[in-house]
């Protein structure tokens, strides 16, 4: 897997794709291809999408558009109307189709249709007022996440890609002042 999904949702785990938003912003969708590749890890959308140039500009646009509006929402201010018209525009698209088989579920359908379904997992998510929306605790990763924790005592996006991270460093910063104390006396 090349891409994480760890924070609840696919239009989080979207938005995701691009990690130090604020600092120095690094976009794990640089091509066409990448997209494909998101769509294929992806649970909840279909295997086999292929994606244009036109397409995959519509995904990016929605994705900063679902970023903007999941902001917006953790700043508890209103929802930016250019945005909320990009994700109601992608999820009036037609959905993935569904069919089960003794092999299990399987979903069909294009890259719209993908799209489609991740613009309307969003807009499911930021119409939600007892979702808990919340930035992972590392500083620097910016992923956004949904708390579903008991008692929303959750810190990270991942405890793999960041909790262990901030461990570490703390571990490591309490042992060199230990040294530094022992050199000291
Ligand atoms: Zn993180």
């Given at each position: 897997m090349r891409f994480a999904f760890v924070s609840g949702n696919p239009a989080l785990d979207l938005v995701g794709t691009v990690g130090s938003r604020r600092d120095k912003p690094v976009d794990l969708l640089a091509a066409p291809a990448d997209l494909e590749q998101w769509v294929l890890e992806c649970d909840e959308l279909p295997d086999q999408v292929t994606a244009d140039a036109a397409t995959f500009t519509s995904a990016l646009r929605l994705r900063e558009a679902i970023y903007q509006l999941a902001l917006d929402r953790m700043l508890e201010r209103r929802f930016t109307s250019a945005s909320l018209d990009i994700v109601n525009d992608a999820a009036a698209g037609p959905l993935p189709t569904v069919t089960l088989s003794d092999a299990g579920l399987r979903l069909s359908g294009d890259l719209r249709s993908a799209l489609a379904h991740v613009a309307r997992s969003g807009i499911a998510m930021l119409a939600d007022r007892h979702a808990c929306l919340k930035e992972c605790?590392?500083?620097?990763?910016t992923r956004l996440y949904l708390d579903r924790s008991r008692g929303t005592?959750?810190?990270?996006?991942g405890m793999d890609a960041c909790g262990n991270r901030v461990k570490a460093a703390a571990y490591r910063a309490r042992r060199q002042a230990a040294e530094q104390g022992r050199e000291l006396r």
């Open positions: 605790g590392r500083p620097g990763c005592r959750r810190t990270w996006c």
